[in-house]
């Protein structure tokens, strides 16, 4: 007989909703730690779960797909979702379980337009990850405690902290509908910098000849290359500098001037920044690809 996977309510629980309240909030060591760190695979059938991890390591198993949050971020386990974890015993974070009329009425008040709650997704936490995890602690807090309205400012946390997920999915709805747009907007840049590195243009002025402001052109280039825009400018300055230190008998003074270094010591400074080494030494430990003359 095949073994089913169990429902719980909560992990390791069969008995009824532990109290009058639509959310359960505790933190992971809580209950991971009983279980040797392990979150074996099981599902829920009407409740849906935020696994916030702060600090530490997380596998995460959901449907038989694998993958390791090691950077803070939240993850969404729509219910019915098989789902299972692994945690490293340096862990901090939260887990937040919603009932589905509590998930209903939140999400009658996004929009029924932006369904954050019903599909599996990860959203890394970024420079928010101090705010989310304060976000997280008074939500516990709260949850454990017996103030005056406590009810009402538990709907309020809750609002506030899937407002964070709702913005974090219309930004990756708006970048996959501006991805193709981007892309030729990043090969046009490509073109102008392989054009005119050696004049070492601003970023003004190519987002100016792309025809779009830098702000918009430094998003592309961080989106779909993940560097900004000055960064690419400079890493194709450094590919050039190296290619005529390893293959061409131009002084170091020379590849500064063909490059657009009115100061060879600044281009020095420039080269050591970017690629840990000295022009002269970076010459030095390449000379057997040097092809004789």
């Keep these: 007989m095949i073994p089913s996977i169990p429902v719980f309510k909560l992990y390791g629980e069969q008995q009824d909703w532990l109290s009058p309240d639509l959310l359960h909030c505790e933190t992971i060591s809580l209950r991971s730690r009983v279980h040797d760190w392990e979150i074996r695979p099981h599902r829920h059938a009407d409740l849906c779960q935020l696994l916030y991890v702060h600090k530490g390591r997380a596998q995460v198993e959901v449907e ?21 974890f692994q945690f490293s015993p340096n862990v901090e974070g939260f887990v937040l379980t919603l009932a ?24 890394p936490a970024g420079k928010d990850s101090d705010y989310l995890n304060n976000l997280f602690s008074e939500v516990q807090r709260e949850y454990v405690g017996a103030q005056p309205a406590r009810d009402m400012l538990l709907q309020s946390l809750i609002s506030v902290l899937l407002v964070w997920v709702a913005r974090q999915v219309i930004q990756r709805r708006e970048a996959r509908q501006l991805l193709p747009r981007g892309r030729e907007y990043l090969g046009l840049f490509n073109q102008q910098v392989e054009a005119q590195f050696r004049q ?13 402001s ?19 400018i400079h890493q194709r ?5 190296k290619r005529h230190l390893i293959y061409t008998p131009l002084t170091i003074s020379e590849v500064a001037d063909s490059l657009g270094f009115a100061d060879p010591a600044y281009f020095a400074r420039f080269f050591r920044r ?20």
Aim: with cysteine; hydrophobic share 40%; net charge neutral.
């Design 64 to 84: 038989g797909q694998r993958h390791v949050l090691e950077q803070s971020a939240i993850q969404v386990i729509p219910p019915l979702c098989v789902h299972g």
């Design 100 to 123: 589905a009329p509590l998930v209903a009425q939140l999400q009658a008040q996004l929009g029924g337009n932006i369904s954050l709650l019903q599909r599996v997704a990860s959203y």
């Design 200 to 212: 070492q243009p601003g970023v003004e002025q190519l987002a100016h000849q792309v025809g779009i």
């Design 214 to 232: 830098v702000a918009h052109l430094n998003s592309i280039c961080r989106e779909l290359a993940g560097q900004s825009a000055l960064q690419i």
């Design 237 to 241: 300055l450094l590919l050039e500098a």
């Design 274 to 293: 970017l690629s840990g080494t000295s022009p002269s030494a970076f010459r030095e430990g390449r000379t057997d690809m040097i092809s004789p003359p």
